[in-house]
């Protein structure tokens, strides 16, 4: 599990940069038979690891994201997030949690993107959703990096599973989005989320001191950086779906 994930920025136009459309997204007028996935292509976009789907969620996955979210999470002495999120009663989950989701899914272009993947176990009953994977960026075209957060629940935690689940965003990260660098960090007590980062090949990036879940006191977290090149890959191969219609809606591809 990770502390953070990308600041929220100021995404009004800025001076000197088009707006409009992405150049490589177009829809024929008139047809209300689209699929959703075809008039907004994040949600077509799917990671299929040995184990794991990894998805952006849809309105109808929410009830189970809450389910998850009200299941027990971290096991460490303290809050291993950047804000309390996981400490709220179902009710504050669901009215914060979910204005989260909706907000990130206004940032998907180049300049801020914002991926909140549903992490899916496979099970013989099916698909159970058991995490989140994040992946953000900025300036994407230019700067040719990302950055991770995470959260699994505790049950499905010490299973190699929170490894996987970062492995897949990587792989699909550097081998189909472009991205020449990522970036995690985690608070210096969180052995387990810093070992994670370290096996992929993760490197200390710098420290810097930021206030703890609840803005009481200072935490000391630790940056990681993993350029592409450096990148421990796994010994299996990621299935990714619908990646050329999301990189040309985005505008990176």
Known sequence: ?????PDPRDRSPQPGKEQGEPAGFRLPAGDPSLPLERVWPPFGLCLESPRLVLRL???ADLPAYLAATTEPIAHTRSNPFSS?????TPEQKAHASFAWLWECRSRMDQADLMLLFGVFLKTDAGEV???MQDVGARDFTLLHQVSTASWLVRAHQGRGLG???REAVLLWAFDHLGARAASSGA???N???RAVSEKLGYRPNGTHLVPDAHGRQAEEEVRYRVAAEEFVRPSWDLRVIGHREFAAYAGIG
């Open 1 to 5: 599990m990770s502390t953070t994930t």
């Open 129 to 131: 959703l058991i995490g």
């Open 57 to 59: 969620l849809r309105d």
């Open 84 to 88: 309390p999120w996981n400490e709220g």
């Open 187 to 189: 608070y210096a007590w």
């Open 163 to 165: 490894r996987e689940m």
């Open 191 to 193: 052995d387990a989320s």
